[in-house]
């Protein structure tokens, strides 16, 4: 199946966006059973044997070439390891809803550190995007949003944010990576690595889990790790084939409302003015940075 038709594509794009912005409650409710390091271990190992069996009936599973292996290791470490655990640890202390806020203010580190690096260009409208995200991020970080009295609070909000920045590093490389397998091909061998290294880190850290098992337990597991992760990576790599990056990367600018709607409905969060105001600057932040870099992608490819 090479591409889909434009309704099924956004069909499944919603499912997408759905699956990861409703995964920032179950992390949370997650968190409050097992230690991140083992809770992103666990969702891990279930993720890997989803994906084994995906790619194995769609004869997909390939060795990855030597040329792909450091694309593999950025994703697996950066990703799928740091993002994964800083999030899980920050959302011990931080509502679901405000924590996907700050999680993907990712777009803004992008849109600030690629030019630094030389990476990219800063046109007026990232610029532009990433001021107003980061007006958006002092407005939720404000201390009648966030008790900067509690110091697990704070530290969990600065776990969140660095985890957006470790995304971000993962992007900005990423883009400049030359592909050689297709990127679904590649996650089964990402997650290995990633489920090597959390299994690793969690026994040295904490020893051997100690979960009491239940089947309100085991189903938000298999949700972050089914649909949350394998449901989510494969629909998109569909979707991508199928819809512009262009309307990809805007309609993912959806996901931290779906949070926030989700943490209201299904943990009782409160959205107070702050979350709103702090949403809606990060929000058209990452539109106004992501047009602006589509806008300069296609100066360039104009100009050959």
Known sequence: MNSLSPRAAVGLFLIVVLAWGINWSVTKQLVQFVPPLWSAAIRSWIALIGLAAILGLSNNLVIPDRRDIPVVLSVALLHMTLFSVLVASGLRFLPASKGVVLGYTTPLWVALAAPLLGKDTLTAPKLAGALLGLIGLVVILNPASIDWTNANVVLGAGMVILAAISWAANIIYIRAHRWIASPLQLLIWQVLVATIVLS?????????????????????????????????????????????????????????????????????????????????????????????????????????
């Open 200 to 304: 690793v880190s969690a026994t040295i850290a904490d020893g051997l889990p100690h979960v009491e098992w239940s089947w309100r337990l085991v189903l938000l597991f298999l949700y972050s790790g089914l649909i949350g992760t394998v449901l989510a990576y494969w629909a998109m790599s569909m979707v991508n084939k199928s819809i512009s990056a262009l309307t990809t990367s805007l309609g993912t600018t959806a996901t931290p409302l779906v949070g926030i709607a989700g943490a209201a409905i299904l943990l009782g969060e409160p959205i107070d003015m702050s979350l709103v105001i702090a949403a809606a600057l990060i929000v058209t932040g990452i539109a106004l940075a992501t047009l602006g870099d589509r806008l300069l992608r296609g100066q360039a490819t104009a100009r050959g």
